[in-house]
């Protein structure tokens, strides 16, 4: 089970760190990777990373402004957004996979590669 939090209302040029919680598996050797869709848009993939393995990838849309991070003793990932934009205005999900490397996450669909989601968190950045 996955469970995303720390979604909300922010103006433009803030901060949020979104986390995600995950309890029933391997988390220090899996692939998690978080996700956005805003409305009327596909889900994208905005970053990944798999600890054990020190792979962190980010689509080049976000690079620079979001950080993917865990602390597997919590067993909890982390995406932390910087200067945030109203085009980041989406629900941002969690998902996990422990039997795969990180995909190019921003490649179309990425997203087929996970098998476990979370419910998604909404986040809102008002200009």
């Known amino acids: 089970q996955l469970q995303a939090s720390g979604g909300g209302l922010v103006q433009a040029g803030g901060s949020l760190r979104l986390s995600c919680t995950a309890s029933g598996f391997t988390f220090d050797n899996a692939a998690i990777g978080w996700f956005r869709q805003a409305p009327g848009k596909k889900r994208e993939g905005v970053a990944c990373i798999k600890s054990r393995d020190g792979i962190r990838d980010y689509a080049d849309s976000v690079q620079g402004r979001f950080t993917i991070s865990t602390d597997n003793a919590k067993n909890t990932a982390y995406l932390e957004i910087r200067n945030l934009k109203p085009e980041d205005t989406a629900v941002y999900y969690c998902?996990?996979?422990?039997?795969?490397?990180?995909?190019?996450?921003?490649?179309?669909?990425?997203?087929?590669?996970?098998?476990?989601w979370g419910q998604g968190t909404l986040v809102t950045v008002s200009s």
């Open positions: 998902a996990l996979d422990e039997e795969i490397s990180c995909p190019l996450i921003e490649a179309p669909q990425s997203w087929r590669w996970f098998t476990s």
